[in-house]
Nanobody, 125 residues
Framework: RVQVVESGGGLVQAGGSLRLSCTAS????????VAWFRQVGGKKREGVAG????????IYSDSVRGRFTISRDNGRSTLYLQMNSLKPEDTAMYFC??????????????????WGQGTQVTVSS
């Protein structure tokens, strides 16, 4: 059974940093593209950052480019999101996702089959 588990969320002041982690089991992690999405309330999930199975240039949304860094450790089946210079508008539930589809330059949640339960990030002003 595939399990995807996020950790590392919390409350931080604006300008601060957090690092999210996501561990996947029950799949061959290195064969999957992985990504972080975020969602505020009932709004549509936003693709924040993604990286394909072979690594290579990641995808970032315009809202986080230059502040967030995605990385993966295939040996540990773990995905990371380093978030710096956090802003109140980064407040959201952050989800990790894994899938075997990849579209250059864009992140669509339909391309990802496996999802974690999410970890809450709250940035105070």
């Amino acid at each position: 059974r595939v399990q995807v588990v996020e950790s590392g969320g919390g409350l931080v002041q604006a300008g601060g940093s957090l690092r999210l982690s996501c561990t996947a089991s029950g799949l061959n992690f290195e064969d999957y593209a992985v990504a972080w999405f975020r969602q505020v309330g009932g709004k549509k999930r936003e693709g924040v950052a993604g990286i394909r199975w072979s690594g290579g240039a990641p995808i970032y949304s315009d809202s986080v480019r230059g502040r967030f860094t995605i990385s993966r450790d295939n040996g540990r089946s773990t995905l990371y999101l380093q978030m710096n210079s956090l802003k109140p508008e980064d407040t959201a539930m952050y989800f990790c996702a894994a899938g075997q589809s990849w579209r250059p330059g864009v992140l669509f949640d339909d391309d990802f089959s496996y999802w974690g339960q999410g970890t809450q990030v709250t940035v105070s002003s």
